[in-house]
């Protein structure tokens, strides 16, 4: 795994690992370990990861919900029932692979041929595992450190969210939001409500003229953008918030693209730039032909041909180095698929 994957996966959990291969080995799928006979695949590492989550989420809950009183006895304001149900809806495997995709953490598994071209990361299974994988590499790195854990748990997965918003399909903008700002800014936005009836004249902001509520939200996206909306509840002013701001960072284009996801074009990095681009779904699979000859002294020249079938185009590069032939062919790809997309745009 290169080191630029390495640091944008402990950015985005909130850990850096003492033992790298670690978080490698969490990324790992069996079909590559198949492949390489060395490579552990990361298995085990779910296994633990469950039962670490299961604990994290259970102990959150018992300071959420309850307290130990009078007589030194544990009261919850929840049942029993509906304990469970919290706690399944927190670590289902729907909302633990809705967080991988939030992060983009899918498209950086280390697969066999067979999981690349059945694009196993798609799957929600898979990226369920992985989530509970890392969560167990964190585990072993940091000799299941309680504070360790539960921070990771908490960026990862941000529990107290659901417990104070519930699990609604409409706070989609509000997670829509906190993910972008996890990946912009390595952090949560931040959220400011305060309550009492309030009438406020809402002409200037969202022309409806005026309005009353219980609650108001100010809602600091980044270091610099902020938005304000009313609410009958504190839910209700979030998500009004968080609506507001997804729509203007959609109307100035400041969602990420797919530039953004793999940076510019770069020769070095251009082989995995054209794979990710292949494994988000942007292009077809890269297809790479070599052709070795050799000079009048016998030096071995190379050519590289890549072509992308979804582009219907190609590209072949000679070079003494196959493996600097294969980069240059690459990246002449990456350029192309770059400026198929600014054609689309005029």
Not at 87 to 100: F, T
Request: proline content about 1%; overall charge negative; charged content about 25%.
């Amino acid at each position: 795994m290169e080191m630029t994957n390495l640091e944008y996966i402990q950015f985005n959990i909130g850990y850096t690992f003492k033992k790298r291969g670690l978080l490698c080995q969490a990324f790992t799928r069996k079909s590559y370990s198949e492949e390489n006979k060395n490579a552990l695949h990361n298995e085990v590492l779910e296994f633990y990861g469950d039962k670490v989550l299961d604990f994290i989420i259970m102990k959150k809950m018992s300071g959420y919900y309850g307290h130990v009183g009078e007589g030194n006895l544990y009261a919850s304001n929840k049942t029993e029932g509906t304990l469970t149900e919290i706690k399944k809806k927190l670590v289902c495997g729907e909302m633990l692979a809705s967080k991988i995709r939030a992060l983009d953490f899918q498209y950086r598994l280390i697969m066999g041929k067979g999981d690349i071209e059945t694009k196993v990361w798609e799957q929600e299974s898979v990226q369920e595992d992985l989530f509970e994988a890392i969560i167990g590499a964190v585990a072993i790195d940091s000799d299941w450190n309680i504070d360790a854990l539960t921070k990771v748990v908490d960026r990862m997965l941000n529990p107290k969210f659901y417990f104070e918003n519930g699990f609604g399909e409409e706070i989609d903008y509000v997670q829509l939001v906190q993910h972008w700002n996890q990946k912009k800014y390595g952090q949560l936005p931040k959220y400011i409500v305060t309550n009492g009836v309030r009438t406020f004249s809402l002409l200037q902001d969202y022309n409806l003229g005026e309005k009353s509520a219980n609650y108001q939200c100010d809602l600091f996206v980044g270091p610099f953008d902020s938005f304000k909306a009313l609410g009958d509840t504190q839910k209700d002013a979030k998500i009004e918030a968080c609506k507001k701001a997804y729509q203007h960072l959609k109307k100035n284009n400041l969602l990420f693209t797919w530039r953004d996801e793999i940076g510019e074009p770069d020769i070095d990095r251009a082989i995995n730039q054209l794979q990710e681009l292949y494994q988000k779904g942007y292009v077809s699979e890269p297809q790479y032909n070599f052709l070795e000859t050799h000079d009048e002294n016998g030096n071995s020249i190379w050519e590289c041909s890549c072509y992308l079938e979804s582009l219907k185009q190609g590209f072949s590069v000679i070079d003494t180095s196959k493996k600097q032939a294969k980069k240059k062919a690459a990246y002449e790809l990456v350029w192309l698929y770059l400026g198929e997309v600014e054609n689309d745009k005029t």
